[in-house]
C-alpha cells in the first residue's frame, strides 16, 4: 500500500456549488467544469479537455459510489495541479451509481497525469468517506461552501 497522501489541501470554499443544475450525467459535469473555470481553479483553454475526459470516464464506468454520492474524476496530461469541485444536486440525478439511487452530493476530482498516485489516494480515501451515512448527511445539510468544505476537512489525514 502507497504512504502517499490524498491531495485535500485542494479542496477550497471556491470550490463548492451548493446547487448544481442538470438532469443528466453531461448536464451536472458540465456546470461543475464551468465552475472550476469561473472560479479560476481551471484554465478556461482545459475546459473542453476535461469534460470530454469526464465524460469518457463516465461511459466507462459510472463513478456513482453509492448513497447518493458520486465522484467524478480524470487525469489531465499538462495541468499544473490538482483541482476539486464539491456540488450537490437538490433533486438527484441518475448517475447510474453502484446501488442504483439517484446521486446527490458530488465530488469532482482533476489531476495532472502525471500525479497518479496522489490521484488514488485522493480518490480511496474519498470513496471510503462517501460510504459514511452520517458523512454524506452532513455534505447534503450543509449551509454554506465553508460549512460544506468542513464536513470534508475535518475528516482529513
Not at 9 to 35: Q, Y
Not at 136 to 157: C, D, G, M, N, Y
Request: include cysteine; charged fraction near 25%; aromatic fraction near 4%.
Amino acid at each position: 500500500m502507497s504512504d502517499t497522501q490524498p491531495a485535500i489541501h485542494e479542496f477550497t470554499a471556491d470550490g463548492v456549488l451548493l446547487t448544481v443544475e442538470g438532469d443528466s450525467k453531461v448536464e451536472i459535469l458540465e456546470c461543475m467544469v464551468n465552475h472550476a473555470v469561473s472560479a479560476k481553479l481551471l484554465p478556461k483553454a482545459r475546459k473542453e479537455l476535461v469534460l470530454q475526459l469526464l465524460t469518457e470516464r463516465e461511459e466507462r464506468g459510472s463513478t456513482g459510489v453509492g448513497m447518493g454520492v458520486a465522484v467524478p474524476h480524470a487525469r489531465i496530461k499538462g495541468l499544473k495541479k490538482a483541482l476539486a469541485v464539491m456540488a450537490r444536486s437538490a433533486e438527484g440525478v441518475d448517475f447510474r451509481a453502484v446501488d442504483g439511487e439517484p446521486v446527490y452530493a458530488l465530488i469532482m476530482l482533476v489531476s495532472p497525469e502525471n500525479q497518479a498516485d496522489t490521484h488514488l489516494a485522493t480518490l480511496r480515501w474519498l470513496s471510503q468517506h462517501a460510504r459514511d451515512p452520517d458523512f454524506v448527511s452532513f455534505i447534503r445539510q450543509a449551509r454554506s461552501p465553508e460549512a460544506l468544505l468542513e464536513v470534508l476537512l475535518e475528516r482529513a489525514p
